[in-house]
């Protein structure tokens, strides 16, 4: 039995596995630049975040309808579920929908089909959490943000992702106070390709409760000790972190120093379906080969699960 789990870092466009790539390419009339499912797995060899980021959004052209994406969100629930995911905090990218001409009611409308019926399906609680590209303008974050609205029962909050150097959190100041305003949580992406400084910005600039990666931390020991200080939850991907090359080997990756400087670290998958694992991947992989023993494990388990936004949501927002 899998060890009951939260995942806190998951991109569902990340998740489309070529086998879907493909049914979807065909139902929807769509090429794909490859020829077959074993290409595109071939294709999936990564240099960096940028040359992931690239396949990512090039597969995405498969993903057009409302059924599309209720598809893709019920084929990782059905996943997640097997690995011992009880609750899931989804992350979506709206603005490369959006900019190939899908609506926000397909995308948002779709996840929620499956989303909502996911705790009687496959027994996993769920959150949608809204991205913004960082790599796209300011003023194109606050649009989306716009365009949510009349979607905000069904997000529960709002992160950063994509290209991470030279976008800093600060530039995201005014669609984080906007989104904080309309009770939105924040979370964003930071100190993954980028320096500790990003992490610290965002905290400071965009408030944010979670910090997605934050692996780079490590470099500035006064962030580490404030984020030791203020519990700061830190949503790592140790297999993203070797695919995408911010650790040369998994076995140094920093997560037992992390842990051992009493970081409150959780253990995600990022994008499974390019990354080779699921959660339950993700945690097989530091006891394989960080020897994480199981008192560990049972703390980065009970680290996701606080560290969720699993409170009440509606109780919240009527404060
Ligand atoms: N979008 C999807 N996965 C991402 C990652 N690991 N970093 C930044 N943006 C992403
Ligand atoms: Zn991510």
Redesign the pocket.
Known sequence: MPIPKAEL?L?IEGTLEPELAFALAERNGVTLPYASVDELRAAQAFDDLQSFLDLYYACMAVLRTERDFEDLADAYLRRAAAQGVRHAEI?FDPQAHLSRGVGMDAVVDGLWRALSRSEETHGVSTRLIMCFLRDESAGSAMETLELARPYLDRITGIGL?SAEVGHPPAKFREVYEAAAALGLRRVA?AGEEGPAAYVTEALDVLGVERV??GLRCMEDPELVERLVRERIPLTL?PL?NVRLRAVDVLEEHPLPAMLEAGLVCTVNS??PAYFGGYAGDNFDAVRDRLGLGEDRLRELARNSFLASFLEDDEERRAR
């Open positions: 870092h991109h992350f992702d992406h997605d990666h991907c993203s990022d994008d």
